[in-house]
């Protein structure tokens, strides 16, 4: 990841440990700009940016090298009572082709969890055979606590190009060395899926990674499917905008109205 991506993330406020029997564990202060407008929930699109980033990051350590994602679902199944969570993650499989893991979000003050983020990543070459290492503390993304302003869809630069249409620039705020990453890719979704149908806030993200961003902006496109004031379902495709509208995201997502949040 470049140094500005992880800045980026810092803004999640996330203290990390290590559990080699359950992988990487730890805590979050939630600032109000990373939860969903009206709500002190947080949003699904930062709740999967940390399970991108506490699967993915054992993934890759248990080869070596960088797993790209290949795909993340992300399910709110109740709402918390804080906004400020606990998460744990492991891996359930480290594989020739692929490597899959799962995190679990309780709320600060629950003993259950109410979110469950999946994420399956390349497997790149043979894996370590001592297994993945500890983060380095140096990692911004694993010493964090940095201010947040401005609402997290702003301080990425998420635009607003149409109703149900977003668009973000391929550089080094979001980019984590090849393409945007992952999870800010699922908060480009939430965010069309805002846009389309008003009150609504997102409870459920299915993404399918395809290609990576090479040109840029991303253009987040949700068609709803179905839409009623108690929840909507939407279609959304992310394309590289810049270079022939080549899709590289699919997303099923849903949505609840703000009110039964």
Not at 82 to 100: C, M, N, Y
Not at 188 to 210: F, I, K, M, P, S
């Given at each position: 990841?470049?140094?500005?991506?992880?800045?980026?993330?810092?803004?999640?406020?996330?203290?990390?440990?290590?559990?080699?029997?359950?992988?990487?564990?730890?805590?979050?202060?939630?600032?109000?700009?990373?939860?969903?407008?009206?709500?002190?929930?947080?949003?699904?699109?930062?709740?999967?940016?940390?399970?991108?980033?506490?699967?993915g990051f054992?993934a890759g350590?248990?080869?070596?090298?960088?797993?790209?994602?290949?795909?993340?679902?992300?399910?709110?199944?109740?709402?918390?009572?804080?906004?400020?969570?606990?998460?744990?993650?492991?891996?359930?499989?480290?594989?020739?082709?692929?490597?899959?893991?799962?995190?679990?979000?309780?709320?600060?003050?629950?003993?259950?969890?109410?979110?469950?983020?999946?994420?399956?990543?390349?497997?790149?070459?043979?894996?370590?055979?001592?297994?993945?290492?500890?983060?380095?503390?140096?990692?911004?993304?694993?010493?964090?606590?940095?201010?947040?302003?401005?609402?997290?869809?702003?301080?990425?630069?998420?635009?607003?190009?149409?109703?149900?249409?977003?668009?973000?620039?391929?550089?080094?705020?979001?980019?984590?060395?090849?393409?945007?990453?992952?999870?800010?890719?699922?908060?480009?979704?939430?965010?069309?899926?805002?846009?389309?149908?008003?009150?609504?806030?997102?409870?459920?993200?299915?993404?399918?990674?395809?290609?990576?961003?090479?040109?840029?902006?991303?253009?987040?496109?949700?068609?709803?499917?179905?839409?009623?004031?108690?929840?909507?379902?939407?279609?959304?495709?992310?394309?590289?905008?810049?270079?022939?509208d080549r899709?590289?995201?699919?997303?099923?997502?849903?949505?609840?109205?703000?009110?039964?949040?």
């Amino acid at each position: 990841m470049t140094d500005d991506v992880m800045q980026f993330f810092r803004t999640f406020n996330f203290v990390w440990t290590v559990d080699r029997a359950r992988g990487l564990t730890g805590r979050a202060s939630v600032q109000p700009g990373l939860c969903a407008p009206g709500t002190t929930t947080p949003r699904a699109g930062i709740l999967a940016a940390y399970g991108d980033a506490a699967v993915g990051f054992p993934a890759g350590e248990a080869f070596a090298r960088s797993t790209p994602t290949l795909d993340l679902s992300l399910h709110v199944f109740r709402t918390p009572s804080s906004p400020d969570f606990t998460l744990e993650s492991r891996l359930v499989k480290i594989g020739r082709q692929a490597t899959t893991g799962e995190c679990w979000f309780t709320a600060s003050g629950e003993d259950e969890p109410y979110a469950l983020c999946v994420a399956t990543f390349f497997s790149v070459g043979d894996p370590r055979p001592e297994g993945w290492s500890a983060p380095d503390t140096s990692d911004p993304r694993f010493s964090p606590h940095a201010r947040l302003d401005r609402p997290i869809e702003d301080e990425a630069g998420i635009v607003v190009r149409a109703p149900g249409t977003v668009e973000l620039e391929l550089d080094d705020r979001v980019s984590n060395g090849t393409t945007i990453q992952g999870g800010i890719i699922a908060l480009l979704v939430e965010r069309a899926c805002e846009t389309a149908v008003a009150d609504h806030v997102v409870t459920g993200l299915d993404l399918r990674y395809l290609s990576i961003v090479r040109v840029g902006p991303a253009r987040a496109v949700a068609t709803p499917l179905r839409s009623d004031d108690r929840e909507s379902h939407f279609w959304v495709e992310v394309t590289d905008a810049g270079d022939g509208d080549r899709i590289v995201v699919h997303c099923l997502a849903t949505a609840r109205h703000r009110d039964r949040v």
